[in-house]
Every structure is written in C-alpha cells, then in structure tokens.
C-alpha cells in the first residue's frame, strides 16, 4: 500500500511558475513509476507527466518544454515544476504510483493503483 499526499498548489498569474510535490509513503517508492495527471472542471482526468524507477520522463506535448518531472528517492517524493504556465493549465493536479508501468501504459490513469487527494492550481489571465 503506498500513500501519497500532494502540496504546493495555488494561485498564480499567466506566465508564473508553481513547484507541486507528492510525498509517498513506504519502502518500494524507488521502484514505482510516478505520474502526474490533471482534471479541470467538466473534462476528462488528463496525463501531464511521467517518471520512472531509472529516471527516464515522458511528457504530452501541451506542457512539454514548460513543465519538468524529477523525483528524490531517498525522500520518496517526485516533483512537478511548472514555468510559463497558461490559463489552460487550471485543474486539480493529482500524483499516482504503481510499478513496472513503463512504456505503453504509463500515460493512462486507469493503469495506477494509488492516487493522492489532488492540489488545486489556478493560473490567472
């Protein structure tokens, strides 16, 4: 069972920048592959990032080049920075976890067993 708790949501103006976390709890942390998803209002829960137990990242293409993954291990935590950030980019941010995700499957929510509670990030105009 993995735990996962989201911080560093907010309000920020076009063109802003904002630093999500995700802290997990249990001993396997460095062998799960860690994604962040997204959900505005109205719209389907959407994949923003991704990053595996060797540190290889994959990223769609509206945030690519805007938002950057990582992950410390010996904190059992991953990030999210997100800069030049858009109004588009408004929604519940949600970090996942499960292992040996890597590939085909890793950008798809229905594929992670554990989710945390989700952090608002609002982008002004």
């Known amino acids: 069972q993995v735990q996962l708790v989201e911080s560093g949501g907010g309000l920020v103006q076009a063109g802003g920048s904002l630093r999500l976390s995700c802290a997990a709890s249990?001993?396997?942390?460095?062998?799960?592959?860690m994604g962040w998803f997204r959900q505005a209002p109205g719209k389907e829960r959407e994949f923003v990032a991704a990053?595996?137990?060797?540190?290889?990242?994959h990223y769609p293409s509206p945030v690519k080049g805007r938002f950057t993954v990582s992950r410390d291990n010996a904190k059992n935590s991953v990030y999210l920075q997100m800069n030049s950030l858009k109004p588009e980019d408004t929604a519940v941010y949600y970090c996942a976890a499960d292992a040996g995700l890597w590939g085909s499957r890793h950008a798809r929510p229905s594929e992670y067993r554990y989710w945390g509670q989700g952090t608002q990030v609002t982008v002004s105009s």
């Open positions: 249990g001993r396997t942390f460095s062998s799960y592959t």
């Open positions: 990053i595996s137990s060797s540190g290889e990242y």
